[in-house]
Nanobody, 116 residues
Framework: QVQLVESGGGLVQPGGSLRLSCAAS????????LSWYRQAPGKERELVAR????????NYAASVKGRFTISRDNAKNTVYLQMSRLNTEDTAVYYC?????????WGQGTQVTVSS
């Protein structure tokens, strides 16, 4: 079965950096694009970044463009989100998602808290 497991979240000061990882299994990883979403308290879940199956195509939300970088290692079945210049508005639970055979699969999420 499809499984996505996020890790790497934590508490970071404003201006700091974190790298999130999402380890995938249960599907042919290299054949699918993946996405990172986030959900802040009281807000809807929003798309942060996505990457194509081969990694050559990426898209970012305007709020993170230039600060976040999505990448993938198809040999390790893992997608990453490198986050820099974090601010308090980046505080959220971050999720990775994949759509396989018209079904969306989500990880359990990892908490990122930006606070001094």
């Amino acid at each position: 079965q499809v499984q996505l497991v996020e890790s790497g979240g934590g508490l970071v000061q404003p201006g700091g950096s974190l790298r999130l990882s999402c380890a995938a299994s249960g599907f042919t990883f290299s054949s699918y694009g993946l996405s990172w979403y986030r959900q802040a308290p009281g807000k809807e879940r929003e798309l942060v970044a996505r990457i194509s199956s081969a990694g050559g195509g990426t898209n970012y939300a305007a709020s993170v463009k230039g600060r976040f970088t999505i990448s993938r290692d198809n040999a390790k079945n893992t997608v990453y989100l490198q986050m820099s210049r974090l601010n308090t508005e980046d505080t959220a639970v971050y999720y990775c998602k994949v759509r396989v055979m018209a079904n969306d699969y989500w990880g359990q999420g990892t908490q990122v808290t930006v606070s001094s």
